[in-house]
């Protein structure tokens, strides 16, 4: 990692929002932890963002895309995890590789220093060495600006990936836990994001499995200073009062993220339910004033038109995309593709982008390259040139 071109201001250190998951994998907090920094950033706050991915690969460079989807590559060359990608989108910064951390990174680096001598001889351990390792990282790329101001940021998003209890991410949480140590505990917020289970046959929410994940978090030491909620449908006010009583956590700090029909809409979601407010409250700071909060991102008024836009265009375009690494449902009609979208994110980000900008409602047709091979059968070779026939 390199060394930081900004030094840290004891009187003013740079806020520590950190984001987990609980319940399930892929519950949405790469979008939740970007559209927590829309509204910091469209506030006038400066934003950067942090990716912890507890796997001992180095980088994603040479990850299968079958596993884990296609990589972002960044500026300065470095293979990430694609929430990176979200975060340069949403708020419109320049981030670099040490932005993505991962275990294999974390031991690379001890493992360099024990051999340098730099422990003095002492026994290397995941507390304090591997802990310590983690949070000065985290404080060095806080302090490092990521767009044209050249200003150190205000708040640094962190997300841990996977969910609570997982074995690899242990040492992550036991360091983010010292954060809530009464040194550092003013400038420190963990936001908690968990599934609600909605059960078709009786229409209830169940949520117990969020209680069971937050409990679990607060082992520890991780205690939650805000739930968001993700489900299906709408949460009602005698759900988060539920969550409330049993997390022990006040009403307002309970937030409800349901399904929507873009993303876009979920920066909407958290300010119509007064996040920001909760934000500057915990950290206790000073609300800028809107002609100074241009900050190079667009304002909520002009992020609500982004959203009405893209569900404006009801004329369809259709797209075929030709790939290798899509799933096959084999459970219902072989020929039916199951999309395996993250493996083609970057051409699906830009087909969608290309389609809002043309007042279009775009369309993939997803056609397994595979069937298009003379060794395909007959069924399959037909109904990929059936797809591509429909296509524009």
Known sequence: MSTSSSTTDPQNPVKIILVTGGVISGVGKGIVSSSLGVLLKANGYRVTAIKIDPYLNIDAGT??????????VLDD??????DLGNYERFLNVCLTSDNNITTGKIYDRIMRDERAGKYLGK????????????KKWVDDVAQRPVDESNVRPDVVIVELGGTCGDIESMPFMYAMADFTHPDHRSRFMHVHVSMLIDLESTGETKTKPLQH????????GLVPDMIVCRS???ITMSIKEKISNACRIKTDQVIGVHNVSNIYRVPLLLIQQNVLEVIESRFQLNRIEPSLANRNCP?????????????????IVKIALVGKYFHLDQTTDETRVKVFSDAYSSVIKALNHAATHSERKLEILFVVSEHLEDEASQEKRNAALKLLEEAE
């Open 232 to 234: 299906e449908r709408p």
């Open 63 to 72: 990850f299968s895309p079958w596993e884990h989807g296609e990589v972002f």
């Open 123 to 134: 026994t290397v351990q995941v507390v304090p060495h591997v802990t310590d390792a983690i």
């Open 77 to 82: 060359g470095g293979e990430v995890d694609l």
């Open 299 to 315: 304002n909520i008024v002009q992020w609500t038109q982004l959203a009405d836009l893209v569900d404006k265009y009801t004329n």
């Open 213 to 220: 994940s937050v409990e679990l978090a607060r082992t520890y």
